[in-house]
């Protein structure tokens, strides 16, 4: 159908047939209805026309209208072709305006119809003026300015006229838009009934049947039309999934192939393929890249006047850390709290190099370091001495020393730097200011400019690096014997200004490497492992086993005492706690390392390999949190708020994960010596209840919440049982109560109701939907030929429904669970052999996670083979599409579409296992009480691809994109 808007010419005159005869001829003033009278035309001629009618079977004609659309001057005659279309016409229609009335051509058309025939007929359409009939006079109204003189006299009863001035404001706009709406076909039909000697309801009934049959075409084209782009759009987007689905899985794939080589890419691959589609595969590749990067800060790959090789790195205060390149000569100090560079520092090379300098390394910066308070930072530059920057006032340069090397001390107050003494110095002078084995030292007052050499010490000794005592009184220098390679402590007392006797000297075991900033510790490097050694009286404080095969490459140590970070050869940083004899792998380069740096307070640690620099945090993980509360508890529970209640020995405590301290907490008496065993949130966590012990005595408390207070209490006894084990609490507002003889249902006032046989286990979803009682465990097989589990839903008085049974043959369930949508039954299951007769077990057949449907007591699914044996428990999504495991020597991701384990993250326990898990009702954060405290667990992907996208700054960039994705011209945003 076609929507016209605006004017639809009509024929020109001569367009005419002069054989042709006419319905209708439309006298009108041209500078009137100009625009009218063509949109009315059009209209005469489509109502009605096309119809069948019923009675003679055949289509109603189109009306024949005759218009002349000249402009004729006003002396002229009629033109023979309007006289023609006059004598030829049955109707003559007058568009009655002032204008027709003043005009000469409707007047003459009017008298001409009238000398040649009186009797046709003449129709009036009024489109402006006055148009009125005086009943006595038998004519038109004195007063009627819209009526021609020839029409006067000519009627002889009042006619019948159609008002159209009423679209007159319409009709300036778009005429034959406002004649086609309703108003507009009423008057139409009006004029087109005499014409077709019908009456107009009849023409008025046809219209409307046109409209809805035009309409009724429409709206079937329409939805057509929908359907078909809707169809259209399925399949180019089962198209686009596809291709997205490949695309995931092949930058997946890449991901992890790029691991060894470069650990930035590979996480950015894996960014940008879950971003590109959230597969198992994607989120798999996330999750090694989590637990690669786990204790990383931020990671860059920088570049120093074109150059990726990085030489010397520092670590200062306030998240502050600094690092060089080599064959350049600038220092950036970054700020890693924003991520940002704070200042670039500039070291410019001298033109005038002395004979024999200038070769490679020359003007390297090959030693950094931070005063303690952080303001300022010294650097060593290869044949250009020491440099200083003041970085509280922007980063301005300051005092100079062409005589200092790349080994230097500086005191707590920046008063001071002590250095090795000897310089080389040939013929023409000094060839390059660093020491070469001396054994004196050299002390410098920036401040003042003075430089004093101290006495050498033997010379068979050299003076390999130096650091300010504790207290800043004594300047400890640590050498070594050139012929037997044995190391010795030597002080030099700053107030005395001489040496120490050899009396007092350290022998030092093994090969020290490195000092504590504050001059306390040296950390030594002995066999396969590292030891803290006291530089007061030589002490051992503390040692920890290097990793295996472990190529020390720099060692380093903090002033805690107890924190020691080594770089190893092959590329790997390990955290090494002397005092408990632990490590943590911090990260693995690509490539050897080139330089390590560690705070003065042990947080965090820079290290570089020739491409790549990463800061990194010993103490924290990005996996976890880990809570400052909780460390006694023994079970941990989440409500609907995302509130954690922990059972901590005699109390009960509310926690909000986000703060330190709780929100809501029983108080001291009403524990009276209970232990805590178990504990349910109500489903709208308005209240909580609790099982406790006291000696042998177990009780059922219920807790109001806001403040926490107990409302009832039953003991076991009155349950009919002599143990408590576990509680749920259903949607009807009644509790079940795991006890020794099975399960016991109490009432929300806490009056027991009916009994449930079990052994020992129930499962209900967070909201009380359902609930799953283990019936038989199978434990006792072949006695028991298979395990029952039973689920039953609540009713609104507390009734239960009949149970959907659901059994495994020769099995024992170990472990139930209910996804936190209700959806799934999650069975920990043993399967075992027999022997040949049949009578009894022979070991396990297979063990892993089974999924059942609680509705329909029908198995969905089976996780088995790699589920960890020691698993402590495991945290389940909404739909149970993905469980968690954690054990104590991992935890393991599986995902149940697809075999096997989805990935494995490294344990985090130094010693103990996890007591308890606790998963939110989301699925995406869990609770895990050890021995060593609470940590809280985000597995939020979401959570992972903001953290590694803050890891490596960004997703691909444009180039890496197009190098892997050849075929895509757009980048996705990935982060």
């Known amino acids: 159908m076609r929507w016209r808007v605006g004017l639809r010419r009509s024929e020109r005159p001569e367009d005419h047939d002069d054989h042709e005869h006419y319905d209708a001829f439309i006298s009108y003033a041209n500078k009137a209805d100009r625009r009218l009278a063509p949109s009315l035309r059009g209209r005469l001629r489509s109502v009605g026309a096309g119809v069948i009618r019923v009675r003679r079977r055949r289509k109603r004609p189109q009306l024949r209208v005759y218009l002349d659309q000249r402009s004729l001057p006003a002396t002229r005659e009629l033109p023979d072709e309007v006289k023609r279309a006059l004598d030829r016409s049955r109707y003559l229609i007058l568009l009655a305006s002032p204008e027709a009335a003043t005009q000469p051509w409707p007047n003459q058309e009017i008298e001409w119809w009238r000398e040649h025939d009186a009797s046709r007929h003449i129709l009036i ?208 100090v970054w700020d890693a709290a924003p991520s940002r560079r704070a200042y670039l520092l500039t070291a410019p090379v001298s033109e005038d190099a002395p004979p024999g300098a200038g070769g490679e390394g020359w003007g390297d910066i090959d030693q950094l370091v931070f005063s303690l308070d952080g303001q300022w930072l010294f650097a060593s530059q290869v044949g250009h001495g020491m440099r200083s920057w003041n970085l509280a006032e922007g980063g301005r340069e300051g005092p100079r020393n062409d005589r200092i090397g790349s080994t230097f001390a500086i005191a707590s107050d920046t008063s001071l730097i002590a250095a090795p003494g000897g310089i080389d110095t040939g013929d023409e002078g000094p060839v390059l200011a660093e020491p070469v084995g001396g054994n004196g030292l ?90 803290f050694v006291d530089t007061r009286n030589g002490s051992s404080h503390g040692r920890a086993s290097l990793p295996a095969e472990c190529d020390v490459y720099d060692l380093k140590a903090a002033a805690d005492g107890r924190t020691a970070v080594v770089g190893c050869a092959d590329g790997r940083v390990f955290a090494l706690d002397l005092r408990s004899g632990s490590r943590t792998e911090l990260f693995r380069h690509a490539k050897s390392i080139r330089a390590l740096a560690i705070g003065s307070d042990g947080r965090q640690v820079l290290s570089t390999d020739e491409q790549q620099l990463a800061l990194t945090t010993p103490g924290h993980d990005n996996r976890f949190r880990r809570l400052s509360w909780g460390a006694s508890a023994s079970q941990a529970e989440w409500d609907d708020a995302g509130r954690l209640g922990v059972l901590e020995q005699d109390r009960i405590a509310v926690y909000d994960p986000k703060r330190l301290k709780p929100v809501d907490r029983s108080s001291p008496g009403d524990g009276r010596g209970t232990d805590w065993m178990d504990l349910a949130f109500s489903p709208d966590g308005h209240s909580l209840t609790t099982i406790g012990v006291s000696g042998d005595a177990y009780r059922l408390v219920h807790w109001r919440r806001d403040p926490l207070t107990p409302v009832w209490q039953t003991t076991a006894d009155r349950l009919g049982a002599r143990e408590l084990y576990s509680v749920a609490a259903l949607s009807s507002g009644t509790l079940a109560v795991v006890t020794d003889n099975g399960v016991r249902l109490v009432s929300r006032d806490g009056r027991p109701g009916s009994f449930l046989k079990g052994e020992g286990m129930l499962a209900a979803d967070p909201y009380g939907r359902r609930l799953a009682t283990l019936t038989v465990s199978g434990y006792e097989a072949p006695r028991t030929p298979e395990a029952l589990v039973e689920v039953r839903q609540p009713g609104e008085k507390g009734q239960l429904s009949a149970p959907v049974r659901l059994r495994l043959p020769d099995a024992f369930v170990e472990g139930i669970a209910m996804s936190p949508d209700g959806s799934t039954l999650i069975l920990s299951v043993v399967h075992w052999k027999f022997t040949a007769d049949g009578t009894k077990r022979d070991g396990e057949k297979s063990r892993g996670m089974e999924l059942w449907d609680p509705r329909t007591g029908q198995r969905k699914s089976v996780v088995r083979g790699n589920w960890p044996a020691s698993s402590q428990g495991w945290v389940a999504d909404g739909a149970a599409t993905r469980l968690v495991s954690f054990a104590p020597e991992s935890v393991t991701f599986h995902y149940v579409d697809r075999g096997g384990p989805a990935a494995t993250w490294t344990s985090p326990w130094e010693s103990g296992t996890p007591l308890a898990v606790a998963g939110s009702r989301s699925g995406d954060q869990a609770a895990v009480i050890t021995s060593e405290g609470t940590t809280l667990w985000d597995l939020n992907p979401e959570h992972w691809r903001t953290a590694l996208c803050r890891m490596v700054d960004g997703g691909l960039t444009a180039r890496e994109w197009q190098e892997f994705t050849p075929r895509r011209s757009e980048l996705p945003e990935s982060c």
């Open 125 to 332: 359409a009024q489109t402006g003026g006055q148009l009125a009939w005086d009943a006595e006079a038998g004519d038109f109204h004195v007063g009627s300015n819209a009526v021609p003189p020839a029409l006067k006299g000519f009627y002889k009863k009042e006619p019948k006229w159609v008002d159209l001035r009423r679209f007159k404001r319409r009709w300036r706009l778009h005429p034959a838009l406002a004649l086609r709406w309703w108003s507009g076909r009423v008057a139409v039909c009006q004029l087109a009934a005499p014409l077709y000697g019908e009456r107009p309801e009849v023409l008025l009934r046809e219209e409307r049947w046109r409209r809805r049959g035009k309409l009724t075409v429409a709206f079937g084209l329409v939805l057509a039309l929908t359907w078909s782009l809707l169809a259209w759009g399925e399949a180019r987007s089962d198209a686009n999934a596809q291709e997205r689905l490949k695309l995931a899985e092949a930058l997946s794939k890449r991901s992890t192939e790029e691991v060894v080589e470069d650990p930035v890419l590979a996480a950015r691959l894996a960014v940008a393929a879950y971003a590109m589609e959230p597969t198992p595969e994607s989120t798999t590749a996330m999750i090694q890249r989590m637990d690669q990067m786990r204790h990383v800060q931020l990671i860059r790959d920088h570049q120093v006047d074109g150059t990726v090789s990085f030489i010397a790195t520092a670590v200062g205060p306030d998240n502050l850390f600094a690092f060089s390149g080599r064959g350049g000569s600038t220092i950036e």
């Open 442 to 531: 050299e002390l410098w007052d920036p401040e003042r400019g003075s430089v004093t050499t101290t006495p050498p010490l033997d010379p068979r000794l050299r003076i390999d690096d130096v650091v300010f005592s504790a207290d800043g009184r004594r300047v400890l220098a640590l050498a070594t014997n050139i012929d037997s390679d044995r190391a010795t402590l030597r002080a030099w007392d700053l107030r005395r200004r001489q040496w120490l006797p050899k009396s007092e000297a350290i022998a030092l075991p093994g090969t020290p490497t490195a000092f504590s900033p504050d001059g306390s510790r040296i950390a030594a490097v002995r066999d396969t492992r590292v030891e």
